[in-house]
Protein backbone atom coordinates (compact mmCIF):
# COMPACT_ATOMS: atom_id res chain seq x y z
CA UNK A 1 0.00 0.00 0.00
CA UNK A 2 1.27 3.42 -0.94
CA UNK A 3 0.48 6.03 1.69
CA UNK A 4 -0.25 9.53 1.12
CA UNK A 5 1.90 12.27 3.32
CA UNK A 6 -0.83 15.05 2.02
CA UNK A 7 1.72 17.08 1.45
CA UNK A 8 0.99 20.31 -0.70
CA UNK A 9 2.73 21.00 -4.33
CA UNK A 10 4.44 24.09 -5.69
CA UNK A 11 7.21 25.94 -4.47
CA UNK A 12 8.85 24.84 -1.26
CA UNK A 13 9.25 27.94 0.40
CA UNK A 14 5.54 28.97 0.26
CA UNK A 15 4.05 25.97 0.67
CA UNK A 16 2.67 25.78 3.93
CA UNK A 17 1.50 29.29 3.58
CA UNK A 18 -0.62 28.25 0.75
CA UNK A 19 -1.79 25.45 3.32
CA UNK A 20 -2.69 27.51 6.16
CA UNK A 21 -4.99 29.84 3.88
CA UNK A 22 -6.70 26.82 2.28
CA UNK A 23 -7.40 24.33 5.37
CA UNK A 24 -10.89 24.63 7.00
CA UNK A 25 -11.79 26.73 10.18
CA UNK A 26 -14.26 26.26 12.93
CA UNK A 27 -15.52 30.02 14.13
CA UNK A 28 -14.07 31.18 17.81
CA UNK A 29 -17.07 31.02 19.51
CA UNK A 30 -17.69 27.26 18.28
CA UNK A 31 -14.33 25.93 19.29
CA UNK A 32 -15.71 25.19 22.87
CA UNK A 33 -18.01 22.83 21.40
CA UNK A 34 -15.29 20.42 20.90
CA UNK A 35 -12.97 18.47 23.27
CA UNK A 36 -9.74 17.30 22.83
CA UNK A 37 -7.36 14.81 24.51
CA UNK A 38 -3.60 15.50 24.46
CA UNK A 39 -1.47 12.77 25.92
CA UNK A 40 2.14 13.76 27.41
CA UNK A 41 2.85 17.12 28.91
CA UNK A 42 6.89 17.84 27.90
CA UNK A 43 7.45 20.53 25.00
CA UNK A 44 5.19 19.14 22.70
CA UNK A 45 2.17 18.32 24.60
CA UNK A 46 2.13 21.48 26.97
CA UNK A 47 2.42 23.45 24.09
CA UNK A 48 0.11 21.90 22.07
CA UNK A 49 -2.64 22.05 24.89
CA UNK A 50 -2.14 25.57 25.68
CA UNK A 51 -2.25 26.86 22.08
CA UNK A 52 -5.37 24.70 21.39
CA UNK A 53 -7.03 25.66 24.92
CA UNK A 54 -6.36 29.41 24.38
CA UNK A 55 -8.19 29.27 20.51
CA UNK A 56 -11.21 28.07 22.98
CA UNK A 57 -11.17 24.50 22.81
CA UNK A 58 -11.78 21.85 25.85
CA UNK A 59 -8.25 20.09 26.49
CA UNK A 60 -7.96 17.08 28.75
CA UNK A 61 -4.39 16.87 29.13
CA UNK A 62 -2.24 13.63 30.73
CA UNK A 63 0.80 12.40 32.13
CA UNK A 64 2.37 9.99 34.47
CA UNK A 65 4.39 12.57 35.82
CA UNK A 66 2.91 13.99 38.91
CA UNK A 67 4.14 17.44 37.31
CA UNK A 68 3.96 18.91 33.92
CA UNK A 69 7.30 19.81 34.96
CA UNK A 70 8.54 16.50 35.19
CA UNK A 71 8.25 16.10 31.20
CA UNK A 72 11.99 14.29 30.16
CA UNK A 73 12.30 17.56 28.00
CA UNK A 74 13.53 18.73 30.97
CA UNK A 75 16.94 16.89 30.35
CA UNK A 76 17.65 18.72 27.06
CA UNK A 77 20.87 20.58 27.64
CA UNK A 78 22.38 22.38 24.57
CA UNK A 79 20.14 24.66 22.97
CA UNK A 80 17.21 24.79 20.34
CA UNK A 81 18.34 25.63 16.35
CA UNK A 82 16.40 28.66 14.56
CA UNK A 83 17.40 30.49 11.20
CA UNK A 84 17.45 33.99 12.69
CA UNK A 85 21.16 34.67 11.58
CA UNK A 86 21.60 37.02 14.06
CA UNK A 87 25.37 35.75 13.82
CA UNK A 88 25.26 37.48 9.71
CA UNK A 89 27.03 33.85 9.20
CA UNK A 90 25.56 32.86 5.77
CA UNK A 91 22.66 31.02 7.77
CA UNK A 92 19.05 31.49 6.48
CA UNK A 93 15.62 29.23 6.54
CA UNK A 94 16.83 27.24 3.07
CA UNK A 95 20.30 26.45 5.23
CA UNK A 96 18.30 25.03 8.09
CA UNK A 97 16.10 23.15 5.60
CA UNK A 98 19.12 21.87 3.81
CA UNK A 99 21.13 20.91 6.68
CA UNK A 100 18.25 18.97 8.46
CA UNK A 101 17.60 17.32 5.28
CA UNK A 102 21.18 16.59 4.63
CA UNK A 103 21.40 15.72 8.54
CA UNK A 104 19.30 13.16 7.82
CA UNK A 105 20.53 11.20 5.14
CA UNK A 106 17.84 12.12 2.84
CA UNK A 107 15.44 10.36 4.27
CA UNK A 108 12.85 12.85 5.59
CA UNK A 109 9.97 14.53 4.26
CA UNK A 110 10.52 17.80 2.35
CA UNK A 111 7.79 19.56 2.95
CA UNK A 112 7.78 19.00 6.75
CA UNK A 113 11.47 19.46 6.80
CA UNK A 114 11.06 23.30 5.29
CA UNK A 115 7.86 23.79 7.31
CA UNK A 116 9.93 23.25 10.32
CA UNK A 117 12.63 25.66 9.01
CA UNK A 118 10.55 28.36 8.32
CA UNK A 119 8.95 28.23 11.92
CA UNK A 120 11.96 27.97 13.82
CA UNK A 121 12.12 31.92 13.74
CA UNK A 122 9.06 32.25 15.59
CA UNK A 123 9.58 29.66 17.73
CA UNK A 124 12.20 31.88 19.38
CA UNK A 125 9.78 34.91 19.66
CA UNK A 126 7.53 33.31 21.64
CA UNK A 127 10.05 31.95 24.05
CA UNK A 128 11.19 34.94 24.44
CA UNK A 129 8.26 36.68 24.88
CA UNK A 130 7.48 33.90 27.81
CA UNK A 131 10.56 35.44 29.84
CA UNK A 132 12.74 32.09 28.50
CA UNK A 133 16.12 33.46 29.62
CA UNK A 134 18.12 32.50 26.23
CA UNK A 135 22.21 33.53 26.48
CA UNK A 136 22.66 37.22 25.36
CA UNK A 137 25.75 38.81 23.75
CA UNK A 138 27.80 42.03 24.81
CA UNK A 139 24.96 44.07 22.58
CA UNK A 140 22.17 42.51 23.95
CA UNK A 141 21.10 40.04 20.79
CA UNK A 142 20.70 36.84 21.95
CA UNK A 143 23.79 34.53 21.78
CA UNK A 144 24.52 31.53 19.12
CA UNK A 145 26.57 28.43 19.36
CA UNK A 146 26.73 25.58 17.00
CA UNK A 147 25.94 22.26 17.05
CA UNK A 148 27.01 19.17 14.72
CA UNK A 149 25.92 18.82 11.45
CA UNK A 150 26.23 23.01 10.47
CA UNK A 151 28.88 25.14 9.82
CA UNK A 152 26.44 28.15 10.93
CA UNK A 153 26.09 29.20 14.22
CA UNK A 154 22.22 29.18 14.78
CA UNK A 155 21.66 27.24 18.23
CA UNK A 156 19.72 29.20 20.99
CA UNK A 157 20.62 27.93 24.41
CA UNK A 158 20.06 28.98 28.55
CA UNK A 159 23.53 27.33 29.45
CA UNK A 160 23.12 24.12 29.70
CA UNK A 161 19.61 23.95 31.00
CA UNK A 162 18.04 24.79 27.62
CA UNK A 163 15.05 22.32 27.79
CA UNK A 164 14.08 23.28 31.23
CA UNK A 165 13.78 26.84 30.95
CA UNK A 166 11.81 25.92 27.51
CA UNK A 167 9.81 23.97 29.36
CA UNK A 168 9.11 26.15 32.32
CA UNK A 169 7.50 28.58 29.18
CA UNK A 170 5.43 26.21 27.90
CA UNK A 171 4.29 24.98 31.17
CA UNK A 172 3.50 28.62 32.46
CA UNK A 173 1.37 28.89 29.43
CA UNK A 174 -0.31 25.39 30.09
CA UNK A 175 -1.22 26.76 33.57
CA UNK A 176 -2.64 29.55 32.82
CA UNK A 177 -5.24 27.57 30.97
CA UNK A 178 -5.76 25.19 34.16
CA UNK A 179 -6.62 28.37 35.66
CA UNK A 180 -9.22 29.64 33.26
CA UNK A 181 -10.39 26.13 33.52
CA UNK A 182 -9.52 25.33 29.47
CA UNK A 183 -7.13 22.84 30.50
CA UNK A 184 -8.01 19.87 32.83
CA UNK A 185 -4.60 18.18 34.12
CA UNK A 186 -4.53 14.76 34.91
CA UNK A 187 -0.95 14.33 36.32
CA UNK A 188 -0.15 10.31 37.36
CA UNK A 189 -2.40 8.97 34.64
CA UNK A 190 -0.69 6.59 32.25
CA UNK A 191 -2.40 6.30 29.30
CA UNK A 192 -3.35 2.35 28.54
CA UNK A 193 -5.19 1.99 25.05
CA UNK A 194 -6.27 4.03 22.46
CA UNK A 195 -10.50 4.10 21.75
CA UNK A 196 -11.30 3.35 18.15
CA UNK A 197 -14.79 3.25 16.86
CA UNK A 198 -16.06 3.11 13.29
CA UNK A 199 -12.57 3.39 12.90
CA UNK A 200 -11.97 7.09 14.22
CA UNK A 201 -9.88 7.55 17.19
CA UNK A 202 -12.41 8.69 19.90
CA UNK A 203 -10.71 8.65 23.33
CA UNK A 204 -8.48 6.70 25.68
CA UNK A 205 -8.34 4.37 28.36
CA UNK A 206 -6.25 5.23 31.01
CA UNK A 207 -4.92 4.02 35.03
CA UNK A 208 -4.74 6.00 37.91
CA UNK A 209 -1.10 5.57 38.68
CA UNK A 210 -2.28 5.96 42.59
CA UNK A 211 -5.34 4.29 43.31
CA UNK A 212 -5.17 1.51 40.77
CA UNK A 213 -8.36 2.71 38.71
CA UNK A 214 -8.92 1.93 34.97
CA UNK A 215 -11.19 4.78 33.54
CA UNK A 216 -12.23 5.58 29.46
CA UNK A 217 -11.94 9.26 28.56
CA UNK A 218 -13.89 10.34 25.60
CA UNK A 219 -12.93 13.78 22.73
CA UNK A 220 -13.47 14.62 19.44
CA UNK A 221 -9.89 13.87 18.69
CA UNK A 222 -6.60 12.51 20.50
CA UNK A 223 -3.23 13.41 19.73
CA UNK A 224 -0.13 11.63 21.85
CA UNK A 225 3.15 13.85 22.38
CA UNK A 226 4.44 11.12 24.34
CA UNK A 227 8.10 11.09 23.46
CA UNK A 228 10.47 8.22 22.05
CA UNK A 229 11.48 4.71 22.62
CA UNK A 230 15.14 4.78 23.56
CA UNK A 231 14.39 2.37 26.30
CA UNK A 232 13.64 -0.27 24.51
CA UNK A 233 17.57 -0.46 24.99
CA UNK A 234 17.61 -0.80 28.86
CA UNK A 235 20.26 1.60 28.77
CA UNK A 236 20.02 5.09 27.73
CA UNK A 237 19.88 8.80 28.20
CA UNK A 238 16.23 8.82 28.46
CA UNK A 239 14.17 9.17 32.02
CA UNK A 240 13.72 5.81 33.12
CA UNK A 241 10.01 6.30 32.89
CA UNK A 242 10.26 7.06 29.47
CA UNK A 243 8.39 4.57 27.61
CA UNK A 244 6.34 3.55 24.27
CA UNK A 245 2.87 2.34 25.36
CA UNK A 246 1.03 5.10 24.42
CA UNK A 247 2.57 4.79 20.79
CA UNK A 248 2.43 1.44 20.50
CA UNK A 249 -0.61 0.72 22.08
CA UNK A 250 -2.34 3.39 19.09
CA UNK A 251 0.05 1.01 16.84
CA UNK A 252 -1.96 -2.19 18.26
CA UNK A 253 -5.34 -0.09 17.44
CA UNK A 254 -4.12 0.19 13.67
CA UNK A 255 -2.27 3.58 13.86
CA UNK A 256 0.60 2.79 11.20
CA UNK A 257 4.59 2.43 12.75
CA UNK A 258 7.08 4.81 10.45
CA UNK A 259 10.54 3.56 10.19
CA UNK A 260 11.23 1.95 13.85
CA UNK A 261 14.72 1.26 12.85
CA UNK A 262 16.05 4.61 12.87
CA UNK A 263 17.31 5.54 16.29
CA UNK A 264 20.70 7.32 17.43
CA UNK A 265 23.03 7.23 19.02
CA UNK A 266 24.59 10.44 20.69
CA UNK A 267 28.28 10.58 20.78
CA UNK A 268 28.65 12.38 23.98
CA UNK A 269 27.86 10.10 27.20
CA UNK A 270 29.42 9.59 29.70
CA UNK A 271 30.54 5.78 29.62
CA UNK A 272 28.94 2.48 30.74
CA UNK A 273 30.87 2.64 35.09
CA UNK A 274 28.99 -0.62 36.42
CA UNK A 275 27.13 -3.63 36.15
CA UNK A 276 23.70 -2.05 38.41
CA UNK A 277 23.80 0.70 36.10
CA UNK A 278 20.11 1.94 34.87
CA UNK A 279 20.47 4.93 32.84
CA UNK A 280 23.07 6.72 30.87
CA UNK A 281 24.38 10.51 31.24
CA UNK A 282 24.27 12.38 28.48
CA UNK A 283 26.87 15.35 28.29
CA UNK A 284 25.51 18.37 26.16
CA UNK A 285 26.61 18.37 21.99
CA UNK A 286 27.10 21.72 22.68
CA UNK A 287 30.81 20.85 24.53
CA UNK A 288 32.10 19.81 21.27
CA UNK A 289 32.10 23.33 20.22
CA UNK A 290 35.09 23.72 22.73
CA UNK A 291 36.56 20.58 23.63
CA UNK A 292 38.55 18.84 21.18
CA UNK A 293 38.15 14.88 20.35
CA UNK A 294 41.04 12.49 20.82
CA UNK A 295 41.91 8.86 21.39
CA UNK A 296 46.19 7.80 21.64
CA UNK A 297 47.64 6.97 18.03
CA UNK A 298 49.07 4.16 19.53
CA UNK A 299 46.86 0.69 20.96
CA UNK A 300 46.54 -0.39 24.19
CA UNK A 301 48.08 2.90 25.52
CA UNK A 302 48.42 3.11 29.43
CA UNK A 303 49.78 6.42 29.83
CA UNK A 304 47.41 9.36 31.79
CA UNK A 305 45.83 11.54 28.91
CA UNK A 306 48.76 13.97 30.31
CA UNK A 307 51.47 12.36 29.87
CA UNK A 308 50.40 11.75 25.75
CA UNK A 309 52.40 14.19 23.49
CA UNK A 310 50.46 16.33 21.17
CA UNK A 311 52.59 13.72 18.60
CA UNK A 312 51.14 10.60 19.83
CA UNK A 313 47.19 11.78 19.73
CA UNK A 314 44.52 11.19 16.93
CA UNK A 315 42.31 14.12 16.50
CA UNK A 316 40.06 11.62 14.53
CA UNK A 317 37.12 13.43 13.99
CA UNK A 318 39.46 16.56 13.14
CA UNK A 319 41.37 14.13 10.63
CA UNK A 320 38.60 12.63 8.87
CA UNK A 321 36.31 15.41 8.45
CA UNK A 322 38.19 18.98 8.36
CA UNK A 323 34.97 20.95 7.40
CA UNK A 324 33.11 19.84 10.36
CA UNK A 325 35.55 18.37 12.73
CA UNK A 326 34.25 18.25 16.13
CA UNK A 327 30.86 19.19 15.28
CA UNK A 328 30.66 16.54 12.93
CA UNK A 329 26.75 15.00 12.86
CA UNK A 330 25.95 13.06 15.46
CA UNK A 331 25.93 9.15 13.35
CA UNK A 332 28.89 9.89 12.01
CA UNK A 333 30.86 10.96 15.54
CA UNK A 334 29.32 7.70 17.39
CA UNK A 335 30.43 5.63 14.43
CA UNK A 336 34.03 7.18 14.28
CA UNK A 337 34.54 6.51 18.22
CA UNK A 338 33.09 3.21 18.18
CA UNK A 339 35.45 2.30 15.20
CA UNK A 340 39.18 3.80 17.09
CA UNK A 341 37.90 1.94 20.55
CA UNK A 342 37.11 -1.34 18.39
CA UNK A 343 40.58 -0.99 17.07
CA UNK A 344 41.82 -0.88 20.84
CA UNK A 345 42.62 2.91 21.11
CA UNK A 346 40.12 3.27 23.55
CA UNK A 347 40.59 4.98 26.96
CA UNK A 348 39.32 4.75 30.43
CA UNK A 349 37.93 0.98 31.86
CA UNK A 350 37.59 -1.70 29.57
CA UNK A 351 38.63 0.80 26.46
CA UNK A 352 35.49 2.02 25.56
CA UNK A 353 36.09 5.77 25.72
CA UNK A 354 37.15 8.70 23.70
CA UNK A 355 38.53 11.72 25.34
CA UNK A 356 36.52 15.18 25.19
CA UNK A 357 39.60 17.84 26.02
CA UNK A 358 39.21 21.36 26.75
CA UNK A 359 42.80 22.38 27.19
CA UNK A 360 43.28 24.30 24.06
CA UNK A 361 40.03 26.15 24.71
CA UNK A 362 40.94 26.96 28.02
CA UNK A 363 44.61 28.01 27.30
CA UNK A 364 43.04 29.96 24.85
CA UNK A 365 39.75 31.66 26.45
CA UNK A 366 40.74 31.27 29.78
CA UNK A 367 39.01 29.14 32.75
CA UNK A 368 36.36 31.66 33.64
CA UNK A 369 34.98 31.55 29.46
CA UNK A 370 34.63 27.89 29.84
CA UNK A 371 33.07 28.26 33.07
CA UNK A 372 30.81 30.43 32.31
CA UNK A 373 29.96 28.58 28.91
CA UNK A 374 29.34 24.35 30.32
CA UNK A 375 29.73 24.99 34.37
CA UNK A 376 26.51 23.28 35.51
CA UNK A 377 27.87 20.64 32.85
CA UNK A 378 31.54 20.58 33.81
CA UNK A 379 29.72 20.14 37.33
CA UNK A 380 27.38 17.21 36.77
CA UNK A 381 30.44 15.30 35.02
CA UNK A 382 32.89 15.73 38.15
CA UNK A 383 29.66 14.85 40.37
CA UNK A 384 29.26 11.71 38.49
CA UNK A 385 32.92 10.47 37.82
CA UNK A 386 35.18 12.23 40.28
CA UNK A 387 37.36 13.55 37.72
CA UNK A 388 37.65 17.35 37.15
CA UNK A 389 37.29 18.47 33.55
CA UNK A 390 38.69 21.86 34.09
CA UNK A 391 41.95 19.56 34.54
CA UNK A 392 41.43 16.31 32.91
CA UNK A 393 39.40 15.29 29.52
CA UNK A 394 36.56 14.53 29.95
CA UNK A 395 35.75 10.27 28.74
CA UNK A 396 32.67 10.15 26.52
CA UNK A 397 31.47 7.09 24.38
CA UNK A 398 28.11 6.79 22.69
CA UNK A 399 25.16 5.96 24.24
CA UNK A 400 21.22 5.59 22.52
CA UNK A 401 19.48 8.86 22.77
CA UNK A 402 16.73 9.69 20.58
CA UNK A 403 14.44 8.06 18.31
CA UNK A 404 13.70 9.12 14.59
CA UNK A 405 10.80 6.85 14.31
CA UNK A 406 7.95 7.05 15.68
CA UNK A 407 4.09 6.72 14.59
CA UNK A 408 3.48 7.54 10.56
CA UNK A 409 1.66 10.93 10.10
CA UNK A 410 0.76 12.93 7.32
CA UNK A 411 1.66 16.62 6.53
CA UNK A 412 -0.63 17.58 9.31
CA UNK A 413 0.49 15.25 11.77
CA UNK A 414 -2.66 13.00 11.57
CA UNK A 415 -1.85 9.62 11.52
CA UNK A 416 -3.52 6.90 8.84
CA UNK A 417 -5.86 6.38 11.98
CA UNK A 418 -8.65 9.53 11.43
CA UNK A 419 -8.81 12.06 14.84
CA UNK A 420 -5.68 10.55 15.85
CA UNK A 421 -2.38 13.28 15.96
CA UNK A 422 1.13 12.52 16.76
CA UNK A 423 3.48 15.34 17.76
CA UNK A 424 7.42 15.48 18.47
CA UNK A 425 9.15 12.49 18.61
CA UNK A 426 6.33 10.50 19.19
CA UNK A 427 6.14 10.78 15.54
CA UNK A 428 8.53 9.68 12.27
CA UNK A 429 8.18 13.24 10.30
CA UNK A 430 10.80 15.20 10.75
CA UNK A 431 14.39 14.18 11.11
CA UNK A 432 14.87 11.27 8.44
CA UNK A 433 17.18 8.92 9.59
CA UNK A 434 19.20 10.88 12.07
CA UNK A 435 18.37 14.01 14.16
CA UNK A 436 21.15 17.29 14.00
CA UNK A 437 21.40 17.91 17.29
CA UNK A 438 18.88 21.16 18.76
CA UNK A 439 16.45 20.22 16.53
CA UNK A 440 14.65 17.63 19.40
CA UNK A 441 13.03 21.05 21.25
CA UNK A 442 12.46 22.97 17.53
CA UNK A 443 10.06 20.42 16.54
CA UNK A 444 8.28 19.48 19.76
CA UNK A 445 7.71 23.09 20.19
CA UNK A 446 6.93 23.90 16.62
CA UNK A 447 4.24 21.02 16.15
CA UNK A 448 2.84 22.49 18.95
CA UNK A 449 2.68 26.35 18.82
CA UNK A 450 2.50 26.54 15.39
CA UNK A 451 1.06 23.63 13.82
CA UNK A 452 -1.36 21.54 15.71
CA UNK A 453 -3.58 24.78 16.01
CA UNK A 454 -4.17 24.87 12.03
CA UNK A 455 -4.33 21.43 11.31
CA UNK A 456 -6.44 19.70 13.90
CA UNK A 457 -8.71 22.85 13.33
CA UNK A 458 -9.19 21.78 9.54
CA UNK A 459 -10.38 17.84 10.89
CA UNK A 460 -12.48 18.79 13.07
CA UNK A 461 -13.90 21.43 10.72
CA UNK A 462 -14.99 18.59 8.38
CA UNK A 463 -17.70 17.49 10.94
CA UNK A 464 -18.39 17.34 14.04
CA UNK A 465 -17.85 13.49 15.44
CA UNK A 466 -21.01 11.70 16.70
CA UNK A 467 -21.64 11.39 20.35
CA UNK A 468 -20.68 8.80 21.99
CA UNK A 469 -20.05 7.80 25.59
CA UNK A 470 -18.67 5.32 28.21
CA UNK A 471 -21.74 2.77 27.33
CA UNK A 472 -19.90 2.15 23.55
CA UNK A 473 -19.21 -1.29 23.02
CA UNK A 474 -15.85 -0.28 21.67
CA UNK A 475 -14.91 1.24 24.93
CA UNK A 476 -16.03 -0.95 27.29
CA UNK A 477 -13.76 -3.82 25.53
CA UNK A 478 -10.84 -1.69 25.33
CA UNK A 479 -11.50 -0.88 29.10
CA UNK A 480 -11.94 -5.03 30.05
CA UNK A 481 -8.48 -5.51 27.70
CA UNK A 482 -7.00 -3.03 30.01
CA UNK A 483 -8.44 -4.69 33.26
CA UNK A 484 -7.08 -8.40 32.30
CA UNK A 485 -4.02 -6.88 31.83
CA UNK A 486 -3.55 -5.46 34.72
CA UNK A 487 -4.77 -8.01 36.65
CA UNK A 488 -2.83 -10.65 34.53
CA UNK A 489 0.92 -9.33 34.89
CA UNK A 490 0.88 -9.55 38.97
CA UNK A 491 -0.42 -13.06 39.15
CA UNK A 492 2.20 -14.60 37.24
CA UNK A 493 4.37 -15.09 40.02
CA UNK A 494 7.62 -15.61 38.30
CA UNK A 495 10.98 -15.78 39.55
CA UNK A 496 12.69 -13.00 37.43
CA UNK A 497 12.37 -8.97 38.12
CA UNK A 498 11.44 -6.59 35.49
CA UNK A 499 14.52 -5.37 35.25
CA UNK A 500 16.84 -8.81 34.61
CA UNK A 501 14.19 -9.17 31.50
CA UNK A 502 15.22 -5.64 29.91
CA UNK A 503 17.92 -6.13 30.53
CA UNK A 504 18.33 -8.60 28.69
CA UNK A 505 15.96 -7.53 25.89
CA UNK A 506 17.82 -4.13 26.34
CA UNK A 507 21.51 -6.03 25.64
CA UNK A 508 19.92 -8.02 22.54
CA UNK A 509 19.24 -4.88 21.24
CA UNK A 510 22.40 -3.13 21.86
CA UNK A 511 24.16 -5.92 20.61
CA UNK A 512 22.35 -6.94 17.76
CA UNK A 513 20.32 -3.67 16.40
CA UNK A 514 22.65 -1.02 17.78
CA UNK A 515 25.60 1.11 16.17
CA UNK A 516 26.15 -1.89 14.12
CA UNK A 517 23.66 -4.10 12.04
CA UNK A 518 24.12 -6.92 10.28
CA UNK A 519 22.07 -9.86 8.58
CA UNK A 520 22.95 -12.87 10.60
CA UNK A 521 22.52 -10.63 13.73
CA UNK A 522 19.03 -9.22 12.83
CA UNK A 523 18.18 -12.61 12.51
CA UNK A 524 19.49 -13.70 15.65
CA UNK A 525 17.69 -11.04 17.38
CA UNK A 526 14.16 -11.75 15.42
CA UNK A 527 14.46 -15.64 16.53
CA UNK A 528 15.26 -14.73 20.17
CA UNK A 529 12.81 -11.72 21.24
CA UNK A 530 9.94 -14.00 21.01
CA UNK A 531 11.97 -16.24 23.37
CA UNK A 532 12.33 -13.39 25.82
CA UNK A 533 8.73 -12.23 25.40
CA UNK A 534 7.48 -15.78 26.32
CA UNK A 535 9.71 -15.97 29.42
CA UNK A 536 8.47 -12.28 30.38
CA UNK A 537 4.88 -13.52 30.50
CA UNK A 538 5.64 -16.96 32.23
CA UNK A 539 8.44 -15.62 34.66
CA UNK A 540 8.10 -12.17 35.90
CA UNK A 541 7.55 -11.28 38.78
CA UNK A 542 5.49 -8.25 39.83
CA UNK A 543 4.98 -7.58 43.35
CA UNK A 544 1.07 -6.72 44.84
CA UNK A 545 -1.76 -5.73 42.77
CA UNK A 546 -3.05 -3.40 40.00
CA UNK A 547 -5.43 -1.66 42.87
CA UNK A 548 -2.55 0.79 44.41
CA UNK A 549 0.48 2.14 43.46
CA UNK A 550 2.48 0.20 42.34
CA UNK A 551 5.84 1.25 40.44
CA UNK A 552 6.69 -2.53 39.61
CA UNK A 553 3.16 -3.01 37.37
CA UNK A 554 4.05 0.02 35.49
CA UNK A 555 7.41 -0.64 34.56
CA UNK A 556 6.28 -4.12 33.57
CA UNK A 557 3.39 -3.36 31.20
CA UNK A 558 5.92 -0.76 29.67
CA UNK A 559 8.72 -3.91 29.17
CA UNK A 560 5.57 -6.53 27.69
CA UNK A 561 5.55 -3.60 24.77
CA UNK A 562 9.13 -3.17 24.24
CA UNK A 563 9.48 -6.84 23.55
CA UNK A 564 6.88 -6.11 20.71
CA UNK A 565 8.11 -3.50 19.78
CA UNK A 566 12.02 -4.40 19.66
CA UNK A 567 11.15 -7.28 17.43
CA UNK A 568 9.81 -4.81 14.64
CA UNK A 569 12.55 -2.37 14.89
CA UNK A 570 15.05 -5.83 13.95
CA UNK A 571 12.32 -6.37 11.36
CA UNK A 572 12.80 -3.29 10.22
CA UNK A 573 15.94 -3.00 9.91
CA UNK A 574 16.68 -5.98 8.45
CA UNK A 575 13.96 -5.08 5.40
CA UNK A 576 15.97 -1.96 4.92
CA UNK A 577 19.08 -3.34 2.56
CA UNK A 578 21.16 0.26 3.05
CA UNK A 579 22.94 2.27 5.35
CA UNK A 580 21.88 5.53 6.29
CA UNK A 581 22.20 8.18 9.11
CA UNK A 582 21.41 6.17 12.56
CA UNK A 583 20.85 2.89 10.56
CA UNK A 584 23.79 1.58 9.65
CA UNK A 585 24.06 -2.13 8.09
CA UNK A 586 27.69 -3.29 8.25
CA UNK A 587 26.92 -4.76 4.63
CA UNK A 588 26.20 -1.36 3.00
CA UNK A 589 29.46 0.61 3.58
CA UNK A 590 31.65 2.64 1.46
CA UNK A 591 35.51 1.18 0.70
CA UNK A 592 36.05 4.53 3.60
CA UNK A 593 33.51 3.52 6.05
CA UNK A 594 30.99 5.51 5.49
CA UNK A 595 26.93 5.19 5.05
CA UNK A 596 26.13 3.24 1.74
CA UNK A 597 22.14 4.53 0.56
CA UNK A 598 20.05 2.75 -2.05
CA UNK A 599 17.90 5.83 -2.96
CA UNK A 600 16.55 3.31 -6.04
CA UNK A 601 15.22 0.82 -3.40
CA UNK A 602 14.77 2.30 -0.11
CA UNK A 603 13.86 6.22 -0.70
CA UNK A 604 11.08 5.78 1.28
CA UNK A 605 9.37 5.95 4.14
CA UNK A 606 8.26 2.38 6.01
CA UNK A 607 5.05 1.85 7.67
CA UNK A 608 4.37 -1.02 9.68
CA UNK A 609 0.87 -1.99 10.03
CA UNK A 610 -0.16 -4.54 13.02
CA UNK A 611 -1.48 -7.75 12.54
CA UNK A 612 -2.47 -9.47 15.82
CA UNK A 613 -0.40 -11.12 17.97
CA UNK A 614 1.97 -13.91 16.42
CA UNK A 615 1.13 -12.63 13.30
CA UNK A 616 3.89 -10.72 10.62
CA UNK A 617 3.74 -7.17 10.52
CA UNK A 618 3.04 -5.65 7.33
CA UNK A 619 5.13 -3.13 5.52
CA UNK A 620 3.89 -0.11 3.75
CA UNK A 621 5.78 2.79 1.81
CA UNK A 622 5.63 6.44 0.99
CA UNK A 623 7.60 7.51 -1.64
CA UNK A 624 10.08 10.25 -1.00
CA UNK A 625 10.45 13.10 -3.65
CA UNK A 626 13.48 15.50 -3.43
CA UNK A 627 12.61 18.59 -5.58
CA UNK A 628 14.23 21.41 -3.57
CA UNK A 629 17.60 19.49 -2.30
CA UNK A 630 19.41 17.07 -4.75
CA UNK A 631 19.77 13.88 -3.64
CA UNK A 632 23.24 13.45 -3.57
CA UNK A 633 26.29 11.56 -1.24
CA UNK A 634 26.41 12.93 2.14
CA UNK A 635 29.86 14.40 3.13
CA UNK A 636 30.85 15.94 5.80
CA UNK A 637 34.97 15.88 5.18
Known sequence: MELDGKCPTGPMESRWTRHKAAIKLINPANKRKYSLIMVGSGLAGASGAASLAELGYNVSCFCYQDSPRRAHSIAAQGGINAAKNYQNDGDSVYRLFYDTVKGGDFRARESNVHRLAEVSNDIIDQCVAQGVPFGREYGGTLGNRSFGGAQVSRTFYARGQTGQQLLIGAY???????????????????????????????????????????????ADAVMLATGGYGNVFFLSTNAKGCNATAIWRAHRRGAFFGNPCYTQIHPTCIPVHGENQSKLTLMSESLRNDGRIWVPLKKGETRKAADIP????????????PSFGNLAPRDISSRAAKQVCDEGR?????????????????????????????????????????ENPYKVPMRIYPAVHYTMGGLWVDYNLMSNLPGLFVLGEANFSDHGANRLGASALMQGLADGY?????????????????????SHPAVKAAEAEVTERTKRLPSIRGKRTVDSLHKQLGLLMWEKCGMGRNEAGLKEAIAKIPEAR??????????????????????????????????????????????????????????????????????????????????TPERHTEALAFESVHLATRSYK
Not at 359 to 376: C, D, K, T
Request: charged residues 30%; glycine residues 12%.
Open 172 to 218: QALERQIGLGKVKMYPRTEMLDLIVIDGVARGIVVRDMVTGKVSSHL
Open 310 to 321: ETERDYYLERKY
Open 346 to 386: GVGPGGQGVYLDFAESIGRLGENVIRERYGNLFEMYERITD
Open 450 to 470: FVIPYTIGNYLAQGKPAKVDA
Open 534 to 615: EDFWKNVFVPGSGEDLNVALEKAGRLADFLELGELMCRDALVREESCGGHFREEYQTPDGEALRNDEKFAHVAAWEWKGEGA
